[in-house]
């Protein structure tokens, strides 16, 4: 079962092995989300997430019988590379089931360290019953990533870290999946400092954990869907469950555009690359779901393994939601001028003109008519609703 010596076995066995990351105070961020923000970067840790730390801890605990016989695991991409980076260290042999539609990037990342990828069609779950499949075939050790003491004890040592680098911290925020790591970091800070509150956070599309818990019992969902894959976990764990239920004071969720938002306000403020399940946590904080004005916060940015076609999509995305982007589309009278009318408007406005399509086929319009569309860079959503207000008065129709 886990134990803070358990914990503090893990953090020894680590010490050489993964990094002690940074705890970084944000102070534009603190400014805007009106508290005391602090960082802790495991999306700066190596193979970029806190995943390495349970899974080396796990496996240095395996008898050398079990590592002659090989090791599985399934994951969404981060186990994958903890596993295959300590497999790689320890000279074991190591299979990872993966869900079909994890990042390319994480794919590449985990062979890259010697192991052998699965490919499995559908989400975490399916990867998972495919792994226990090989694991009854094989007689390898299935290394769980995140329903397993040692794992977890493994995670903790960011709670210890936390607690070592702040010494007056008000709360702790950290991303949930299947739980591992929020049970692991709330059961060593309970332990050492009670009077810390720690709080969990779940994609709203992905609330396996944040369900089960409003309900007192573990349920399953029947589809998960968030760009946040890390945490897309459809059934929370039975050890992780019993550890949250009773060590976190709270859970609750982030839409997809806020954690967008927080990626974008990541990059802009901080400097910093975080995967969809790292910025979890700075999201809750952000977007005021968690009573913490005014308190000094720590939140996990669990990991910064995000594709790279995604973060451009996800970028767009934040711009949009938070009114730094926005697109017009104008009913106009198809004559020459009305460019330049419209283009004149917003630019006495401040806002910077990036795109123009000119439609003139669409059948609902009249002959004499065209629809046109414009993409704009703009300040903030007050600066869109004075451009629509001088486009409005000039006698431009805004569809």
């Known amino acids: ?69 090989g090791i599985i695991a399934c994951s969404a991409g981060n186990h994958a590379q903890g596993v295959a980076l300590a497999a790689q260290k320890m000279g074991i042999k190591s299979v990872i089931c993966m869900p079909d539609g994890a990042p390319i990037s994480k794919v590449e990342a985990t062979k890259s360290y010697g192991a052998e990828a699965c490919l499995v069609p559908g989400a975490y779950d399916d990867a998972y019953a495919k792994a226990c499949a090989l694991r009854d075939e094989t007689g390898a050790t299935l290394i769980h990533p995140f329903d397993d003491d040692e794992v977890i004890a493994g995670q903790g040592t960011i709670g210890l870290e936390i607690l070592e680098q702040i010494k007056d911290a008000d709360a702790v925020v950290v991303p949930i ?60 764990g ?105 283009s004149s408007i917003i630019s006495k406005c401040g806002g910077n003109v990036v795109s123009v399509h000119h439609e003139r086929s669409d059948a609902n319009m009249a002959v004499a008519s065209c629809f046109l569309k414009i993409g704009m860079e703009t300040r903030d959503f007050e600066q869109i609703e004075e451009i629509h207000r001088e486009l409005t008065a000039a006698g431009f129709k805004i569809v």
């Open 1 to 69: 079962m886990l134990t803070l010596d358990k914990i503090y076995q893990a953090a020894f066995v680590l010490r050489d092995v993964a990094r002690r990351t940074d705890l970084i105070y944000a102070p534009n961020m603190s400014r805007d989300f009106g508290c005391d923000l602090y960082l802790k970067t495991e999306n700066l840790q190596v193979t970029g997430s806190f995943k390495l730390r349970g899974a080396y801890y796990k496996i240095s605990q395996l008898s050398e019988e079990e590592k002659k016989k």
């Open 177 to 236: 999946g299947g739980g591992g790591l929020i049970a692991g970091v709330a059961y060593a800070i309970k332990h050492l400092r009670p009077d810390i509150k720690v709080y969990g956070v779940q994609a709203e599309r992905a609330a396996s954990m944040a369900e089960s818990r409003r309900l007192g019992k573990q349920i399953t969902l029947q589809s998960v869907s968030t760009f946040a894959d890390g945490i897309a976990v459809k059934h929370p």
């Open 238 to 342: 039975d050890k992780t469950f019993a550890l949250i239920s009773e060590y976190v004071d709270d859970v609750v969720t982030v839409s997809e555009d806020e954690i967008a938002t927080a990626i974008l306000t990541l990059i802009e403020k901080q400097k910093m690359i975080a995967e969809g399940a790292g910025a979890v946590s700075v999201a809750a904080v952000m977007f005021d779901k968690l009573p913490v004005k005014g308190k000094k916060v720590v939140a996990v940015v669990s990991g910064g393994n995000i594709d790279v076609n995604i973060l451009s999509r996800v970028i767009t995305r934040g711009l949009v939601t938070t009114g730094r982007n926005a697109t017009l589309q104008i009913a106009l009278e198809d004559k020459p001028g009305q460019l330049l009318g419209v």
